[in-house]
């Protein structure tokens, strides 16, 4: 009987390493064979030491540069059910994940390259608009706790005006952020007809993906916009992209009794009431990988085989200039676009017959839009009691004290318009912002 037991134990025994022979012959051929692939199509075998650069080379779900040197193995690939740990390549961690993960936060061993912080910001200014860009520059600065890039696309004339006024500001103020200057572009062959569109130098937004070829993200704004909050919290909004979006901008409109679109448009336009592309937060690196839908031709086109052909079949019919391109482009690529509310590009639509935009009144306005010059004229003086308030303002000196309470005795005056009796909501979130920044400063003295 022993004998018996001996013998069954010997054949398991036997058994069990002929099943370890043949999965790990079969997982050898697997793997030479995807090797081979590999090689076929000119891809690096994965136990070089550049595998870890086969990974995706495609704009993230955060619309934020991935990073490249740095790609965490434990997430890189995942483990096939033939593959034993013991023969994992050398760029996907298989038992050690879970620890290796936990170190690396916290241990030197495992150092990540550090992720770019800046938030990248655009604007582009042309004839009378330099003092105007200029306070839009400061209120960013005024409120952001993080680096900032300013892209200036603006006519030559302009340029060392730009140039000498930023550099005046303070030494510890030009720490926060640094600038470069660019030249208005168009494309040789249709350059006048970009120009004349709309106001001048406004299309030129449409090229920033085709221009800044190396910028993977940037928030597009007009000339005509203030913060009232930091510049990172709308750059924030990068991570909520799903992935198929690309841009992110609010309504033209939250009351459609009074919107543009529904009622005059004689083109395509996004949703009920359309969208604003003053406050225009980007991926461009989707911009200029997608091919976009239209109504010009059965294939898609990429960017830059779009915006010629567009304008061409609706310059007839378009008021907004390139905001209405916009409009159109994302009418029939309505997946690729992220809208957020109305306090993030708070015009005088929104008040001016009374308050109509929900989420300013819940949570303050965040970014203020004066457009149709609003802050030269009478018209609406609220927005132009901003305005002024931070221009104003001198650097360095306490907020609140030379910033807010001049800017709330301005708004008292007023109260006898609709956007002036809704003026508590201008200040609502911009209080905060003070606080913050002043909290700041007391931690630092």
């Not at 036997?14 to 022979?21: G, H, I, M």
């Not at 042309?126 to 200029?134: F, K």
Request: with cysteine.
């Amino acid at each position: 009987m022993r004998c018996y037991l001996h013998a069954f134990l010997l054949c398991m025994v036997l058994s069990f390493l002929s099943l370890l022979y043949v999965f790990s012959q079969l997982a050898s051929t697997l793997e030479d064979a995807d090797g081979w692939a590999a090689r076929e199509h000119g891809i690096p075998d994965r136990s070089s030491h550049e595998s870890g650069h086969l990974l995706r080379k495609m704009p993230g779900p955060a619309g934020l540069p991935d990073r490249e040197e740095g790609l965490d193995r434990c997430k890189s690939l995942s483990v096939s059910y033939w593959n034993p740990y013991w023969r994992l390549p050398a760029d996907v961690c298989g038992v050690n994940c879970l620890l290796e993960s936990s170190l690396s936060e916290g241990s030197d061993s495992f150092v990540k390259k550090p992720s770019d912080e800046r938030s990248h910001l655009a604007v582009v200014a042309c004839g009378p608009r330099l003092e105007e860009t200029l306070n839009m520059l400061k209120s960013a600065v005024l409120f952001s706790k993080k680096p900032l890039h300013f892209y200036i696309f603006a006519e030559e004339e302009l340029h060392n005006s730009f140039r000498d006024a930023l550099k005046s500001w303070p030494r510890v103020v030009q720490g926060h952020f640094n600038f470069t200057i660019y030249h208005i572009t168009f494309p040789k062959e249709n350059e006048r007809e970009w120009k004349k569109l709309f106001k001048p130098c406004a299309s030129q937004r449409l090229f920033l993906p085709l221009i800044l070829k190396d910028v993977d993200s940037l928030l597009y704004v007009d000339t005509d916009i203030l913060f009232l909050e930091p510049v990172e919290h709308i750059w924030a909004l990068l991570t909520q992209f799903n992935s198929s979006q690309l841009a992110a901008m609010a309504p033209e409109h939250e009351e459609p009794r009074i919107g543009w679109y529904n009622r005059f448009a004689r083109h395509p336009y996004y949703g009920k009431t359309g969208i604003n592309s003053g406050v225009m937060l980007m991926n461009m690196t989707r911009f200029r990988e997608k091919f976009f839908k239209n109504d010009m031709t059965a294939a898609a086109l990429q960017w830059e085989e779009m915006l010629m052909p567009l304008l061409q079949k609706y310059k007839l019919n378009i008021t907004w200039g390139d905001q209405d391109l916009l409009n159109i482009i994302f009418h029939h690529n309505p997946e690729s676009l992220y809208v957020f509310p109305c306090q993030w590009n708070y015009r005088p639509d929104h008040c001016i017959y009374g308050s109509n935009c929900k989420q300013a009144e819940q949570e303050g306005v965040f970014i203020l839009h004066g457009n149709r010059g609003v802050y030269h004229d009478d018209k609406q003086p609220a927005f132009r009691a901003v305005y002024e308030a931070i221009q104003k303002y001198p650097f360095g000196e306490n907020m609140e004290a030379s910033l807010l309470q001049p800017l709330e005795a301005s708004l008292q005056t007023t109260t006898h318009t609709y956007c002036g009796r809704a003026s508590h909501l201008l200040t609502k979130r911009l209080k905060q912002s003070i606080a913050s920044v002043q909290q700041d400063v007391t931690k630092r003295r």
